[in-house]
């Protein structure tokens, strides 16, 4: 690897120091990465113990801690294993090579008879007493990585590629490990109130009947109002009575927001991306259109934060996906010097997106400004969880093309109406933290904002079909009205995308009456992906798929995440009676290089089950604060007696580079239920969830 | 008026004065300092506060903690340690049943309770015992077969 090639994150953090350390006898490694119980902390030990030739128990991650640590951004988009683990290992690899070296200068070795073990140089096979701990400032560790050195975990791998056991994980099965557990001396604890929607702001507080309940602070700056004590329960009790006596303004969602005729209603900012040939006008196209409403995060764990404001500074322990972010956005609101906020990373509940841990570390912010020298908890409620936290995007979209002469796709175009996915602190150099906002010290944004297409887009994330097409037009249309605010949930809009892809694919091979499977591989370029879809077909025996329509049904689709990163075919077979029931999922995926095979096995088992229950059950209801959805009784999602079972491949490729798989499956995973589901009714599926009431009202259309 | 409880809690008798609203999961993680009990919803609909209160099942959220008066509580904490792991907690880390791992403590104590009564669980069975339990990582599989392994793992020891 060269100069130019190098990962981003060295690009902005140069320096070998900034990313490892040496400590009696244990090697430091910094990542701006954090652990959301993907593992990845333990693939960044793997990485760094096989670049460095040590074993991996001497490696320590610390990681997440601003501004100690590297600035990565946040971590999301199935990016950690490339940015970090890339940077991490080009750095490991060019302080052993350093090491090498120093042996072979001073003892005068020829470099090619010396190697590493554990630490220490050997010649020929003997030590020669020179290690990395006795030679600190010789390895010069304040000068850049250049990304020469070759690396070791990829060419004779000792932990790269093995199933290392997860070093996050061991703590939690005894009870510990969150950032829920933390107690801080003198610590008070907090609750905000908040209306039943994000934007809802106080109107009146009966202040009194709350002090009257228990013995609480009452703290309010403009439209925030937060109650403080020394004990958690009294906090809970004041909520509680605050509740009856608080009143709201605010201008409730429409009750059919996020609904597909709702979307292309709304306010929108519209371009086009066109590759290939324009289309030509035609009135014989197929047109479908697909969507999805609004999804909550869901995590188990509502949010957390911890913040203390003593002498100027603010020390901030959250489990937000972006640590320096959310530095830098606690500055914009809170008027403290950035170099005066520390913001540490502390586990939480997994969050698949921007869920409510950075609005949870700004309240605590807040509160803590007001209480110097005294420790904030703030603890949201399962309600806010649902209804205050950032929303993924209700998504619609639309898929058009005509059939050619040759029974091929012809005119494809790609309409998508949806709401921002980007919507995280400091994007756009916007804060976008809710409590600063409830207290007017930002406002919210007046335009909408998507995340670009060069970072993998928002809306149009797999917009484009990867099949072999004369042209592919894509129209965008941005809701720019801030209606729910929305942001990053896995896999941003590919759900919805490669949905309405390989829902057309199949109603195009029908048109053509041709088998899905050959109607995909005649225009399907890429080998990897023409590999993982034959042998997905494969496993769930496709050849022996039914007729449609006879209440069983089989589906398939696949998709490169991105259009650059990991290969995923996945078929699905469902039941339908009364309910479509997820019997089995088979999935083959090549992601390059696999650091640790059972950590994404892991990860993409559990993306394919958190877009099963999107695909079937989840729908966040908006409306007014009677039909909001407040409690996973509003907010059903998959349960243990309605997971299917799963056969996972992963294809073996050492010498393609890794890359990320967390969020990878969830649009081959939802693409292939749906069809699946429509194969077993022998009618189109495109309104999700796959409830019995959109099953019905599709049945009506048809009918 | 706060009123005196008097309860087992992981093997040892504890005495504590408790206010009628508050809860067991207060009691263990504020006042006990046990906080692998975790807060998930505080109505009943998750199962991350589940503990055992006389070998059943309770959700610890709602559960008075005044009504733990004279009861048996086991806790996360109350069924191993890393130094003496429960089988169920030696096969989640043995298959990795877990991502984020919230939701575990719950159903770990969940399935603790289920192997005590049938020691021999079908997967169905040990669904339909989890199935008050939400897992948002889809860890679901892992799950269900590493109660399976820790059913196999109890039968083979001797007793």
């Known amino acids: 690897m060269t100069g130019p090639s190098l990962p981003?994150?060295?690009?902005?953090?140069?320096?070998?120091?900034?990313?490892?350390?040496?400590?009696?006898?244990?090697?430091?490694?910094?990542?701006?990465?954090?652990?959301?119980?993907?593992?990845?902390?333990?693939?960044?030990?793997?990485?760094?113990?096989?670049?460095?030739?040590?074993?991996?128990?001497?490696?320590?991650?610390?990681?997440?801690?601003?501004?100690?640590?590297?600035?990565?951004?946040?971590?999301?988009?199935?990016?950690?294993?490339?940015?970090?683990?890339?940077?991490?290992?080009?750095?490991?690899?060019?302080?052993r090579e350093t090491l090498v070296a120093i042996a072979s200068d001073r003892l005068g070795l020829d470099p090619a008879t010396c190697s590493v073990r554990d630490g220490r140089v050997h010649a020929d096979g003997a030590p020669t007493g020179i290690d990395y701990w006795g030679n600190i400032d010789a390895l010069?560790?304040?000068?850049?990585?250049?990304?020469?050195?070759?690396?070791?975990?990829?060419?004779?791998?000792?932990?790269?590629?093995?199933?290392?056991?997860?070093?996050?994980l061991s703590e939690k099965v005894f009870g510990?490990?969150?950032?829920?557990?933390?107690?801080?001396?003198?610590?008070?604890?907090?609750?905000?109130?908040?209306?039943?929607f994000r934007d809802a702001r106080l109107a009146t507080l009966d202040e009194a009947r709350v002090r009257r309940a228990a013995p609480v602070d009452i703290l309010r700056i403009g439209g925030f109002?937060?109650?403080?004590?020394?004990?958690?329960?009294?906090?809970?009790?004041?909520?509680?009575?605050?509740?009856?006596?608080?009143?709201?303004?605010?201008?409730?969602?429409?009750?059919?927001?996020?609904?597909?005729?709702?979307?292309?209603?709304?306010?929108?900012?519209?371009?086009?991306?066109?590759?290939?040939?324009?289309?030509?006008?035609?009135?014989?196209?197929?047109?479908?259109?697909?969507?999805?409403?609004?999804?909550s995060h869901g995590s188990i764990g509502p949010s957390c934060a911890i913040a203390r404001f003593d002498a100027g500074r603010l020390e901030v322990w959250t489990h937000s996906q972006g640590v320096e972010q959310l530095r830098q956005?606690?500055?914009?609101?809170?008027?403290?010097?950035?170099?005066?906020?520390?913001?540490?990373?502390?586990?939480?509940?997994?969050?698949?997106?921007?869920?409510?841990?950075?609005?949870?570390?700004?309240?605590?912010?807040?509160?803590?400004?007001?209480?110097?020298?005294?420790?904030?908890?703030?603890?949201w409620t399962r309600s806010d969880e649902l209804s205050a936290a950032p929303l993924g995007a209700a998504m619609a979209v639309e898929a058009s093309a005509t059939l050619g002469e040759d029974g091929m796709p012809a005119d494809w175009k790609l309409e998508i109406w949806s709401g921002s996915h980007g919507q995280r602190p400091a994007m756009a150099g916007r804060p976008n933290l809710l409590a600063a906002e409830e207290a007017g010290l930002a406002q919210p944004a007046a335009d909408v904002l998507d995340v670009p297409d060069a970072a993998g887009g928002g809306g149009t994330?797999?917009?484009?079909?990867?099949?072999?097409?004369?042209?592919?037009?894509?129209?965008?249309?941005?809701?720019?009205?801030?209606?729910?605010?929305?942001?990053?949930?896995?896999?941003?809009?590919?759900?919805?995308?490669?949905?309405?892809?390989?829902?057309?694919?199949?109603?195009?091979?029908?048109a053509a009456a041709i088998d899905p499977v050959a109607y995909r591989l005649r225009s399907l370029p890429d080998e990897r992906a023409r590999r993982v879809l034959a042998r997905c077909a494969e496993l769930c025996r496709w050849s022996a798929r039914g007729e449609a329509g006879t209440g069983v049904g089989l589906g398939i689709a696949c998709s490169r995440y991105k259009n650059h990163a990991a290969h995923v075919a996945l078929a699905?077979?469902?039941?339908?009676?009364?309910?479509?029931?997820?019997?089995?999922?088979?999935?083959?995926?090549?992601?390059?290089?696999?650091?640790?095979?059972?950590?994404?096995?892991?990860?993409?088992?559990?993306?394919?089950?958190?877009?099963?229950?999107?695909?079937?059950?989840?729908?966040?209801?908006?409306?007014?604060?009677?039909?909001?959805?407040?409690?996973?009784?509003?907010?059903?999602?998959?349960?243990?007696?309605e997971v299917p079972e799963i056969t996972l491949e992963m294809i073996d490729a050492p010498d393609l580079p890794p890359l990320g798989v967390g969020e990878v499956a969830v649009g081959p995973a939802s693409a292939a239920i749906a069809n699946a589901a429509s194969h077993a009714l022998g009618a189109r599926l495109s309104t999700l969830p796959l409830t019995r009431e959109t099953i019905a009202a599709a049945l009506l259309r048809g009918a | 008026m706060d009123e005196t409880v008097r309860l087992r809690v992981n093997g040892e008798q504890v005495e504590l004065a408790c206010g009628k609203d508050e809860r067991l999961i207060d009691l263990l993680r504020e006042r006990l300092g046990l906080t692998g009990t975790r807060f998930g919803c505080g109505e009943e609909m998750c199962g991350a506060c589940m503990v055992l209160v006389d070998d059943r099942p309770a959700y610890a959220c709602t559960f008075a903690a005044t009504d733990a008066a004279g009861k048996d509580v086991i806790t996360i904490e109350g069924l191993g340690s890393e130094a003496a792991p429960h089988a169920l907690q030696s096969a989640f880390l043995e298959l990795q049943a877990g991502q984020c791992g919230y939701c575990l403590s719950g159903i770990i104590v969940s399935a603790a309770a289920l192997l005590k009564r049938n020691p021999a669980p079908s997967r169905a069975q040990i669904a339909e015992a989890l199935d008050p339990h939400l897992c948002r990582c889809g860890a679901h599989h892992r799950i269900l077969k590493a109660v399976e392994a820790a059913a196999h793992q109890i039968a083979a020891s001797p007793a």
């Open chain 1, 225 to 295: 109002t937060a109650l403080v004590a020394k004990r958690q329960r009294d906090v809970e009790v004041a909520l509680a009575a605050a509740r009856p006596s608080a009143s709201w303004t605010v201008d409730a969602p429409d009750a059919d927001a996020g609904t597909a005729d709702w979307l292309v209603r709304q306010q929108c900012s519209t371009r086009t991306i066109q590759a290939g040939a324009e289309p030509a006008p035609s009135n014989s196209a197929i047109r479908l259109r697909f969507s999805r409403p609004y999804l």
């Open chain 1, 176 to 196: 510990g490990g969150f950032i829920h557990d933390l107690t801080l001396e003198g610590m008070r604890h907090a609750r905000v109130l908040r209306g039943g």
């Open chain 1, 572 to 641: 699905a077979r469902v039941e339908i009676e009364d309910e479509v029931r997820l019997t089995d999922i088979w999935c083959v995926a090549d992601a390059g290089l696999v650091v640790n095979p059972d950590g994404a096995r892991n990860q993409i088992e559990g993306g394919i089950i958190q877009a099963a229950s999107w695909t079937l059950k989840e729908a966040f209801s908006l409306g007014d604060e009677t039909t909001v959805s407040r409690g996973w009784s509003d907010y059903p999602i998959l349960r243990f007696s």
């Open chain 1, 140 to 168: 010069d560790l304040d000068r850049p990585c250049d990304g020469s050195a070759p690396l070791l975990s990829r060419r004779k791998p000792r932990f790269v590629g093995m199933p290392v056991a997860r070093i996050d």
């Open chain 1, 461 to 510: 994330r797999n917009a484009f079909a990867p099949y072999v097409l004369r042209g592919q037009t894509i129209t965008h249309n941005l809701l720019t009205r801030p209606t729910p605010h929305t942001s990053a949930l896995r896999g941003l809009g590919a759900q919805v995308n490669v949905l309405a892809i390989e829902g057309m694919m199949d109603e195009l091979a029908a």
């Open chain 1, 8 to 95: 981003r994150s060295l690009l902005t953090n140069p320096r070998l120091s900034q990313w490892i350390a040496f400590e009696a006898g244990r090697v430091l490694i910094s990542s701006g990465k954090v652990e959301l119980g993907q593992g990845i902390l333990t693939a960044l030990q793997q990485i760094a113990a096989d670049e460095l030739c040590v074993d991996m128990a001497r490696v320590e991650i610390v990681s997440g801690q601003a501004p100690l640590t590297p600035d990565e951004v946040y971590t999301a988009g199935s990016q950690s294993v490339e940015m970090s683990g890339g940077a991490i290992g080009l750095v490991c690899a060019q302080v």
């Open chain 1, 329 to 379: 956005a606690l500055s914009m609101v809170l008027d403290i010097d950035i170099a005066n906020i520390a913001v540490s990373h502390r586990h939480g509940a997994g969050c698949y997106g921007h869920n409510g841990a950075d609005d949870a570390a700004c309240d605590a912010a807040m509160i803590a400004k007001h209480f110097p020298g005294v420790p904030i908890r703030v603890q």
